[in-house]
Each structure stands twice: as C-alpha cells, then as structure tokens.
C-alpha cells in the first residue's frame, strides 16, 4: 500500500509541474547576438552617431546601456560617472603604449561600494586567467603581470559602464562631462545575453587594434 501510495504522489507531482509549466511557460532568454559597442574597424564618428540614434524614443522602459568615457577613470570616481543609475558591469583596461593588454569585464550587483572594488575583482580575473593558462610566451605573462599590479595599485583603468536605466536618464548622462558615448539595446535585452565591447579613449579614428611592438614596463 505504501509503495502505491508513493507511486500515486509521484503521479501527481509531475502532473502538477506539468501543469504549471503550461501555465507558466519559461521567459524567453531572447538571442545572445545583441552586443554594445563599436565594431571592429568601425569609424568612430558613425559609432558616436549610432550611440547617439540609440537613445531616441519616448518609451518608459529600463534599458541596459553601454557607457563609454572620454578618458580612463580611477576606481573612486566610478559611482560619480553613472548618473546614479544601476551599475551592471564595470569595464577596466590597463592602457600600455605600444602594448596589447587585455579588456576586463566584471559583473557587479547593485550599490557603489562593489563598483569602486571591481578593479580588485578585475585583478583577480586576470591572475586566474594567468594560473590557469598553460606554457605562456614571456611577454604575455609580463603583460599580465604589470595589469594585475596596475588594477590593484588603484589606477585610473576604468574605460566604461554598463548601466540600466530609462532613456531621458541615458540622455541626460550622455550631456555629462567625462562621458564620450552612451548606446543603449532595445528595452527588451536580457542582462547576461549580450556582448559589450567598450569605445577606448585611445580609439580617435576607428576602432582597430593599436600596436603590440613596444617595450612591456616592469610596473
């Protein structure tokens, strides 16, 4: 009798989930394809014209936005930079003349305090990345090396934002100073399922990978 019992729970059980998965069918995570940023060999001019187009519209709806600035901030100014809206992801690249260094992205959650420390966060990523990598070349590891040491000394570093808010917000914090560009995807983007690739201070012309000839310093 207990095993009949039992085995009729089962039944109902799954007939419940059933039923509420008809009710409540999963949401549509959407196609990962959206991304922000400028595309490879992109004039900057049309990519500031783009950003620009993106924020037009009359809607009310929460939009992710990809905010890039003139120029790298130091971690203490980042909340400064934001215009008080929702920090999802904070952009750091360790800037080296002449050398190729590596764009790092760290996903935050809601509040100031975790933003300021992302940079800490994004020396972490990096050293992991180094350890786990396998026989490396020399000046790969040095340029690791000098990022990891940059992001934890609190350099200026940070190159962008990834922000939620409405569109009058996003166009007000385009008008700010320090700001180059704010992009922002259709209302309807889901956080986690797009690309971000930030427009670089160093990025005048048109977005093209600089040179990878010079000297890596030793700090």
Request: hydrophobic share 50%; proline share 9%.
């Amino acid at each position: 009798m207990r095993a009949a019992l039992a085995g009729a729970l089962a039944v109902a059980v799954i007939a419940f989930m059933a039923v509420l998965g008809a009710l409540n069918p999963p949401r549509d995570l959407g196609i990962g394809t959206d991304r922000l940023g400028p595309d490879r060999a992109e004039p900057v001019a049309a990519y500031l014209a783009r950003a620009r187009d993106s924020l037009s519209g009359a809607d009310a709806e929460q939009h992710w936005a990809l905010v890039s600035f003139t120029e790298p901030i130091a971690p203490p100014v980042i909340p400064a930079h934001s215009g008080g809206l929702r920090i999802g992801q904070v952009l750091h690249h360790v800037s080296i003349p002449g050398v190729q260094t590596p764009l790092v992205a760290v996903q935050v959650p809601a509040g100031d305090a975790v933003a300021v420390a992302s940079a800490d966060a994004a020396a972490w990523q990096l050293l992991d990345q180094l350890e786990s990598t396998g026989p490396i070349g020399e000046r790969y590891q040095r340029v690791m090396t000098v990022s990891i040491s940059r992001l934890r000394a609190g350099c200026a570093c940070t190159v962008g934002l990834v922000v939620r808010g409405t569109l009058p917000d996003l166009r007000n914090l385009a008008s700010a100073n320090g700001i180059r560009a704010v992009e922002a995807l259709p209302a309807d983007a889901v956080a986690g399922h797009f690309a971000v690739n930030p427009l670089l201070p160093e990025h005048t012309d048109a977005v093209v990978p600089g040179p990878d000839d010079a000297p890596v310093p030793d700090n």
